[in-house]
């Protein structure tokens, strides 16, 4: 089948063509990364007006680059949450009426199953698989023992992991987003400071993250009042190290636990350098297959959209008319 697929949650507005779930026939994303930039994070009335500028140009060029016309396309796909509403809206609103204006089926989508499924246009699910995921909102272990079937078994009490890289990159002055600058900087710094790790009660998979971010801007805060020099590398690497630590030492507990086949890293904070390594090295012995995205499919796109849509188009789940953005959607 053929889906189109658009995504709008955030600061991206993206349209991708999807043939049987696996195939991308095109992925146009338009960031506005760089509009954003200049406020140190995404201004949401800001967002919900470039997407209104940008959607139909983006689903044109998917369609175009695609080769494929309108009438071919056998369903539309729209992320419906969670995100940003204003920012949701757009997309909906212009999936719904495509769906209407040439009858065909509309489907609803999760962003985070997206990110998830972003890893099947890579290679084939196998049962039953864990799912790190890691973005700007979200940090969670989320368990699969089918497609389509998502159990949440930890996730962040506090801040998401790539919230934490943004905030203390701001603390840092460094530009937004902060996660691709921290990472960098990281690779050319040492663990000096020691920062702690948040390992929470023990058999805890759940996460969190303030308490670092804490942690850094307080060192950063008595480096500087101590007038004393520092290296930005070297306080990058820290807080990286202690990000990576315990996001790779809880999957592995959880994999191991779960006895799962598979496991998969997705959302934007998979484009670290540094975890996917980490990861790599943790279970590079292990009877697990491991599966990290691409890094043009770890940061906010349609294609992965139109992923996670296959299953619920092979489904028959449907929705209708009355579909509405919703900002605070939950997993499964
Ligand atoms: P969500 O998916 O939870 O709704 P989002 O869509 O805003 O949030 P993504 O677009 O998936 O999140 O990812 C963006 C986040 O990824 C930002 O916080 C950014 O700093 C982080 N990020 C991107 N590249 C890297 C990197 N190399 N290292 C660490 N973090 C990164
Ligand atoms: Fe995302
Ligand atoms: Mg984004």
Redesign the pocket.
């Known amino acids: 089948e053929m889906i189109l697929a658009i995504e709008t949650?955030?600061?991206?507005t993206a349209a991708a063509v999807i043939k049987g779930g696996t195939e991308i026939l095109s992925n146009v994303v338009a960031t506005q990364m760089e509009i954003h930039e200049q406020f140190g994070g995404?201004v949401p009335e800001i967002a919900s007006r470039h997407h209104i500028e940008q959607i139909t140009l983006v689903i044109e060029q998917a369609l175009n680059e695609a080769d494929v016309s309108m009438d071919e396309v056998d369903a539309f796909a729209v992320t419906e949450g969670?995100?940003l509403v204003g920012a949701l809206l757009i997309g909906v609103n212009a999936a719904k009426t495509l769906a209407f204006a040439h009858n065909k089926p509309l489907i609803g989508v999760h962003?985070?199953a997206g990110?998830i499924y972003a890893n099947r246009l890579e290679k084939e699910f196998q049962f039953p698989l864990l799912s790190l995921v890691v973005?700007?909102?979200?940090t969670e272990l989320i368990y699969m023992k089918e497609h389509g079937h998502y159990e949440v078994i930890g996730e962040t009490r506090d801040d998401?992991?790539?919230?934490a890289?943004?905030k203390v990159?701001k603390a840092l002055k460094l530009p937004y987003?902060?996660?691709?600058v921290?990472?960098q900087l990281a690779q050319e710094g040492e663990d000096v400071y020691n920062f702690p790790r948040a390992w929470l009660e023990k058999d805890s998979y759940d996460f969190s993250f303030s308490g670092l971010k804490t942690s850094v801007i307080n060192k950063l805060n008595q480096l500087n009042q101590k007038g004393e020099s520092y290296r930005t590398e070297d306080l990058a690497a820290s807080f990286q190290n202690s990000v990576i630590d315990v996001l790779v030492q809880k999957t592995y507990q959880a994999a191991k636990d779960l006895e799962v086949k598979q496991l998969i890293v997705a959302?934007?904070?998979s484009?670290?350098?540094g975890?996917r390594e980490a990861i790599n090295q943790k279970f590079q012995d292990e009877d697990i297959e491991l599966m990290i995205p691409p890094l043009y499919l770890?940061?906010?796109n349609a294609a992965m959209i139109g992923a996670a849509a296959s299953i619920e188009y092979h489904n028959g789940q449907f929705k209708d008319s009355k579909l509405n953005a919703n900002p605070g959607l939950m997993l499964g």
Do not use: R
Request: net charge negative; glycine share 22%.
């Open positions: 949650s955030c600061d991206e995404v969670p995100g962003h985070i990110h973005s700007g909102g979200h998401a992991a790539g919230e890289y943004d990159a987003p902060g996660g691709p921290i990472d959302g934007g904070v484009a670290n350098k975890l770890c940061t906010d």
